[in-house]
């Protein structure tokens, strides 16, 4: 591997001479595969345009965000600072392993998914953007090395396309089954898939995708809320709804810093999180007539 990260430091030295001209776009380019964004950009389309792209397409990020915590941590190679310290210009806080990447994972995930079902010829092209210039952000930050990047376009696209592949079949399977059933599979998935990858990144991902995965279920039983309405509704229930959700990820993080055992609180954490997502935002904007 020694050779191949030398040629990346390489490719990042050259990058970063267009620094600092270049540092901010390329920031906010990063921030686009960063959590805090991913928890503004799902909510609006599940709640605000969408209700069934919305769910498809957390359901598939969540699952990106899992396979890439557990590839990071079977590769175990390092980012470019800890590979060579000092000889890397860091222009963004990151750490953990860095193979392979998940800006470049996510970013191929979710906005092939979002161009594959609208099907409309500017969100290609705002997808082909993304996909290009998040996983050249990351190189240029100097948190990546190339060979990260070409990772998660290959495991993220081979994801995108198992997700097309098998989404309707399994669609169709789990509307037949009742709501006992859908439950069931809403708790014993992301239970299995935490027990399997038992860390933080794994607690992360498999306690938001049985939080939104029973509230998917109950907003369907009990809730049938329609994102349709006037603009200023949708504008309220959004600003409304990501209030809440930014004070629970934000508080509770606060509120249980200190606390033991601390993956079980992070599990109760994004847990509640993906229940306001998935039906207790929606029954509130019900129930304010806002949707």
């Not at 500017?122 to 998040?134: D, E, K, Q």
């Not at 990772?151 to 399977?173: D, F, Q, R, T």
């Not at 029973?214 to 809730?223: A, I, P, Q, S």
């Amino acid at each position: 591997m020694q050779p191949i990260m030398e040629w990346g430091l390489g490719i990042i030295a050259t990058l970063q001479r267009l620094s600092p001209a270049l540092d901010w776009p390329f920031r906010i380019f990063t921030f686009m595969g960063e959590e805090e964004f991913f928890l503004i950009l799902l909510p609006l389309i599940y709640w605000c345009l969408d209700r069934r792209t919305g769910a498809r397409l957390t359901v598939v990020f969540l699952l990106c965000a899992y396979t890439n915590a557990v590839a990071k941590t079977l590769a175990a190679l390092p980012r470019p600072e800890a590979y060579a310290p000092g000889r890397v210009n860091v222009l963004w806080d990151a750490t953990g392993y860095g193979f392979p990447s998940g800006h470049t994972q996510s970013a191929v995930v979710v906005w092939g998914y979002l161009a594959s079902q609208v099907h409309r010829r500017w969100l290609w092209i705002l997808a082909g953007v993304m996909m290009f210039f998040i996983p050249l952000s990351r190189v240029y930050l100097g948190v990546h090395f190339p060979h990260d990047v070409l990772g998660g376009y290959i495991i993220g696209l081979v994801l995108l396309l198992l997700y097309l592949w098998l989404e309707p079949g399994a669609e169709g399977w789990l509307d037949r089954q009742g709501l006992t059933g859908r439950l069931g599979i809403a708790i014993g998935v992301p239970l299995l898939l935490m027990l399997l990858f038992l860390t933080e990144d794994g607690v992360t991902e498999g306690a938001a995708l049985m939080g939104m995965g029973v509230g998917f279920v109950l907003e369907r039983r009990w809730v049938r809320f329609d994102v349709g309405g006037p603009v200023w509704k949708r504008v309220i229930r959004f600003l409304l709804g990501v209030a809440v959700l930014f004070g629970l990820w934000m508080g509770l993080r606060v509120a249980f810093a200190d606390l033991e055992p601390a993956l079980l609180f992070r599990f109760v954490r994004y847990g509640l999180v993906g229940l306001w997502g998935g039906v207790g935002a929606p029954w509130v904007f019900r129930r304010l007539g806002l949707a």
